[in-house]
């Protein structure tokens, strides 16, 4: 069963940190992209991070320099370093993958960022 399962959020003062986690299983991981998405109320989802099956990263321009993707083939986990949080951050955030042109979707950790 293809599954991705987020952890790590919660409620933090502004300028503060989160590790969102996010674990894989069913997929051949490794060989996988994953990405980070976020929603709030009303809006579409927006892609947060990427990173390739050989490790390169893209951001969103919006958390450049204060988020971090990486992840963790060993335990099929993609993690997420938010930085220097900001009120404007917060938002469910989505674990993402594909198979083919299939899109998986994480059941989302909330995160509120409180100025």
């Known amino acids: 069963q293809v599954q991705l399962v987020e952890s790590g959020g919660g409620l933090v003062q502004a300028g503060g940190s989160l590790r969102l986690s996010c674990a894989a299983s069913?997929?051949?991981?490794?060989?996988?992209?994953m990405s980070w998405y976020r929603q709030t109320p009303g809006q579409q989802r927006e892609l947060v991070a990427t990173?390739?099956?050989?490790?390169?990263?893209n951001y969103a321009d919006s958390v450049t320099g204060r988020f971090t993707i990486s992840r963790d083939n060993a335990k099929n986990t993609v993690y997420l370093q938010m930085n220097s949080l900001k009120p404007e951050d917060t938002a469910v955030y989505y674990c993402?993958?594909?198979?083919?042109?299939?899109?998986?979707w994480g059941q989302g950790t909330q995160v509120t960022v409180s100025s």
């Open positions: 993402n993958s594909k198979i083919a042109t299939l899109e998986i």
């Open positions: 990173i390739t099956s050989a490790g390169t990263t």
């Open positions: 069913g997929i051949f991981f490794s060989r996988k992209a």
